[in-house]
């Protein structure tokens, strides 16, 4: 449902979006594309699952990853800005985290950080999600499409 909203939203303000994906290796971006028209504001996405990655591809500061680590709400927010830049949209969606079952970073399993960035500003929200390694990867692509759905709506961002 996440999803389609966000789709819907983002279509009625001519907005496109990017994903940048990082714990949730394409969750995101196979929950966008499994709605029909997707194409139509979906310009595409970014796995970067490497913390490299996140600055070659991304744009992620590179003093930033080495002090903190790619778990980082200032290194989701990074993500979601890179993503705008990278696939020329209005939007970026970003998930990084842990999925476990190991520490990352001194970062235990659970810990996730969505970002999203609109052309109104961005926002970052910390999840602490329990489960598997699948009930995580799917908590932090339901939090990152209902922040999407937050920023995207009629609402204006907070």
Partial sequence: MSAEVVL????RRAWTL???ESLTGGLVAAALVEVPGASRVLRGAVVAYATDLKATLLGVDQELLAERGAVDPDVALAMADGVRRATGAQVGLATTGVAGPDPQD???PGLAFVAVVTPRGGRVRRCELSGD??????GACAAVL???AEMCGDQDAR
């Avoid at 819907?8 to 279509?11: L, T, Y």
Wanted: charged share 35%; aromatic share 0%.
């Fill in 106 to 108: 001194g970062k235990e």
């Fill in 133 to 138: 390694r699948a009930a995580v990867r799917a």
């Fill in 18 to 20: 990017g994903v940048a």
């Fill in 8 to 11: 819907e939203s983002a279509r």
């Fill in 146 to 148: 209902d922040l999407a």
